[in-house]
């Protein structure tokens, strides 16, 4: 009795052990779908869900996220242009007739309740120069984070400070075609992601970098470019010696100025990043203006 | 631990031939140097060891990511030949037949130069992780060897158990070093690992040929043997180092590479200073208390802060510690009862104990095999979409049931086994301890990465990109497989203890019947 139970036990012991190797087919429940996101920060549309998938399959399963200007906001923004315009060109009544329209309908959209409380103050308030695709109080992002009740917007705290400012000017709020996040800055460089409104790439990325001088960052321009060998190209742009390359989904526009080197960086969506050079082009086209 | 005698089988209580047992065999035991162990002695060997094994894999995981595996295996056999050296020095006497020096020389081979080259050719810079390579290349090891030896007692199922319970704790600490944890046995470099065991099972086969040679009396002489073996076997894999080009001058540097020849060698002393005793439980046990040794090695770094804030989960470490400490307890050989009155509990109590112990580890079965915790995954894909999923974790993914299935061993094997008294209530106390810190290290997960979690996400965990968290305890499987084997041990003792009063009441009588014999005959 005791040897057979000595026995058996050995044996389910010895198949308890091989339990860690051998592992088990499990279902995994993931998340899936598209969350459609408004330039001004607001969920449009969350078309997700959760299933039970096999945990072979699971690495075909995630969540997208798409941008769009929804017709509210689209029609907030062209209002708030014309009210800008107005302003710009004097036309205090016009402008006021747009700004009022607005609030009726967002109190916190970018700065037109303390634009029209300025002019209807007597006053002449500073034209609104920002993205025209910046959404609600006065933030530019997708994230929706934006304060509440018609207060002054306030910057945001990654907002650079110092000698970095200067840099700033090619990571501007608007280009044509992408959707701009923070900007994130450091001594003497920083970075500005962009989300595409069109499906042909997911993300651009700008990094401008103050270099020791500018054969610094001529050298800097070279090495950078290096790491891109495919489809090399150059392109003057405005003056600028914009040298250019692919890797894998990755196109990279660099050019330099004075001391600084700006690379303009798109990722594709398709498998190569050689039909993204155009749009590098065309950003770098924007941003030199 | 001692050279106390064996016993068979046979139910007759003899004591079998064995080494100790026979004056020849004594004669020649204290001929040889092989000694009792006195408790300081076999403590001081095991700290030796403790140290020297801890140092060397700490030393080993630095120097191996610069240095080849050939070029490990060469510092480390010339560690153990340097080992011997320290314990036994030249010894005078010849061995007494081809096999006293050829066995231990291929033994020796295999565990002195082939073991840590198989261990060493099987680790990349950064992978497996080290919490994985320290648990198969020293607790696994102790493990095994514990097995061995059990298999060879008459308490195999007990000791197993307590093999099983000690391995659990083993794996259940080093898997609280951090949360999420790199610790996933046997999920991302399966053939290196089952590697390392395949060289754990090798080392073993050298400690046990070593082992058999101080029962024989000449450990010396097989220790130098095997240490022989290990420098031909260290250089043969040098020879063919230098062949194919993996092997160079520039391999022999650098202070963690001499560092882990110079632990090596105190690893290869106190292993001996423990076989001269006859012994290798202690072996088995040290091992198997590695990481727990290095886990106070980080709390001491933890105290001093030169590395910023410890990262481990403390409660869970020390509780792990513990069921691993009453594990190599229960491991211990303890001598059997030799007198069957005592060793049998009452009939009754007996069978119920056996019955609530199988039942027992048939639930701590049913506990591994069961759906147990539940992960949740959020992170960024490198395409910038969200990835979230949910999965379950089984139970042989989680401390606790295995945890539950050594009690649950335990508790049949004390049941099974006449063992002596004093080390039922040694081991019953053991298994008290292990049950009262298990649900703190219950829900330890084992296994944190997966293979069909998106390895961009898995990479991020622990970063603001990614994060994994468990949730749940481990199932009412586990809890009752604990609460059986508790059970089981009380019938067993309380079996015991009538047992014993029914003897005493019986050779009180049998006494008084003496007496008055003896009173009647003086009468008469």
Redesign the interface.
């Known amino acids: 009795m005791?040897r057979t139970?000595?026995l058996l036990?050995a044996f389910?012991?010895l198949v308890?052990l091989a339990?860690?190797?051998a592992g088990?087919q499990?279902?995994?429940?993931?998340?899936t779908g598209e969350i459609v996101l408004c330039t001004a920060g607001e969920v449009i549309e969350d078309n997700t869900e959760e299933v039970q998938v096999p945990?072979?399959d699971?690495?075909q399963?995630?969540?997208?996220?798409r941008v769009i200007t929804c017709d509210e906001h689209g029609d907030l923004a062209s209002m708030y242009a014309a009210a800008q315009k107005a302003i710009a060109d004097g036309d205090l009544v016009t402008a006021r007739e747009r700004l009022r329209t607005i609030v009726a309908t967002d109190l916190t959209y970018r700065k037109a309740a303390s634009q029209l409380a300025e002019i209807d103050a007597g006053s002449r308030p500073a034209v609104d120069s920002g993205s025209a695709d910046a959404g609600t109080d006065g933030t530019d992002g997708t994230d929706g984070t934006g304060g509440t009740g018609g207060e002054e917007p306030t910057q945001p705290d990654e907002t650079p400070v110092g000698p970095v400012v200067s840099l700033t000017r090619y990571v501007p709020d608007t280009i044509e075609g992408y959707v701009a996040q923070g900007i994130i800055a450091d001594l003497a460089f920083l970075s500005r992601q962009y989300l595409p409104t069109a499906k042909t790439a997911?993300?651009l990325m700008i990094e401008v970098e103050q270099h020791v001088n500018a054969d610094a960052a001529v050298a800097h321009q070279a090495s950078f470019v290096e790491g891109y060998p495919d489809s090399a190209t150059s392109k003057t742009i405005n003056g600028k010696t914009v040298m250019a390359g692919v890797n894998g989904q990755y196109a990279v526009g660099i050019f330099f100025d004075g001391p600084l080197t700006v690379a303009v960086e798109l990722?594709a969506t398709g498998s190569s990043g050689a039909a993204a050079l155009d749009a590098v082009f065309a950003v770098v086209q924007s941003i030199t203006k | 631990m001692t050279s106390e005698t064996d016993v068979t089988r046979d139910r007759k209580g003899r004591a079998r031939p064995g080494p100790s047992s026979s004056p020849r065999v004594r004669s020649r035991l204290q001929r040889s140097g092989a000694r009792s162990a006195t408790p300081l002695g076999v403590a001081l060997g095991m700290i030796v060891l403790l140290l020297g094994t801890a140092a060397s894999s700490v030393l080993g995981t630095q120097a191996h990511q610069s240095v080849s595996a050939a070029a490990m295996a060469v510092v480390a056999a010339g560690g153990a030949f340097v080992g011997v050296l320290i314990v036994f020095g030249l010894p005078r006497a010849r061995p007494e037949g081809l096999a006293a020096w050829l066995v231990p020389l291929f033994a020796g081979a295999g565990g002195f130069a082939f073991a840590p080259w198989l261990v060493m050719v099987n680790r990349y810079t950064d992978a497996p992780p080290g919490s994985e390579v320290l648990f198969l290349t020293t607790s696994s090891w102790g493990a095994l060897l514990a097995i061995a030896l059990a298999v060879m007692s008459c308490e195999r199922v007990s000791r197993i158990g307590g093999a099983l319970l000690a391995l659990a704790g083993a794996a259940a600490l080093v898997a609280n070093w951090e949360r999420p944890s790199s610790f996933s046995l046997f999920v991302r470099y399966v053939p290196e690992e089952l590697q390392m065991l395949a060289a754990g099972a090798v080392w073993v086969v050298l400690v046990l040929v070593l082992l058999w040679a101080a029962r024989r009396g000449s450990l010396g002489i097989a220790s130098l043997s095997a240490a022989l073996g290990g420098l031909a076997g260290a250089g043969v894999l040098a020879a063919v180092g230098l062949a194919s080009g993996t092997l160079s001058r520039a391999d022999f540097s650098g202070g963690g590479f001499w560092g882990y020849g110079i632990a090596v060698a105190f690893a290869t002393a106190g292993l001996l200073m423990l076989l001269r005793s006859a012994s290798a439980e202690a072996v088995a046990g040290t091992y198997l208390l590695v990481p727990a040794s290095i886990s106070l090695i980080l709390i001491a770094e933890w105290v001093v802060g030169p590395l910023g804030p410890q990262p481990m989960i403390l409660p869970a470490v020390l509780a792990a510690a513990a069921s691993t400490i009453a594990g190599v307890v229960v491991l211990w050989r303890v001598s059997p009862e030799r007198v069957s009155g005592t060793g049998a509990p009452r009939r009754v109590l007996g069978v119920g104990a056996t019955v609530v112990a199988v039942l027992a580890v048939g639930s701590a079965i049913v506990a591994l095999a069961v759906p147990t915790m539940t992960a949740t995954v959020n992170g960024l894909r490198t395409d910038g979409s969200q990835f979230r999923a949910a999965f379950d974790l089984y139970g042989y993914e989680v401390a606790g049931p295995w945890l539950a299935l050594g009690m649950a061993v335990i508790a049949l094997g004390i049941a099974l086994e006449r063992t002596r008294l004093r080390g039922v209530f040694a081991r019953a106390a053991a298994m008290v301890v292990a049950a009262g810190v298990w649900w703190i290290a219950a829900d330890t997960p084992l296994r944190t990465l997966t293979t069909f979690i998106p390895s961009d996400v898995q990479v991020d965990y622990g970063s603001e990109f990614a994060r994994i968290d468990f949730a749940g305890d481990p199932s009412v499987w586990a809890i009752a497989a604990i609460g059986g084997a508790i059970l089981a041990l009380g019938l067993t003792l309380a079996g015991r203890a009538g047992a014993r009063a029914e003897q005493a009441e019986t050779e009180s009588v049998g006494h008084a019947d003496e007496d008055t014999t003896g009173s009647r005959g003086d009468r008469s």
């Open positions: 005791r139970l000595t036990l389910v012991l308890v339990l860690p190797l088990c499990r279902k995994v429940t993931v998340l945990a072979g699971v690495e399963y995630g969540v997208t996220t997911d993300q990722h």
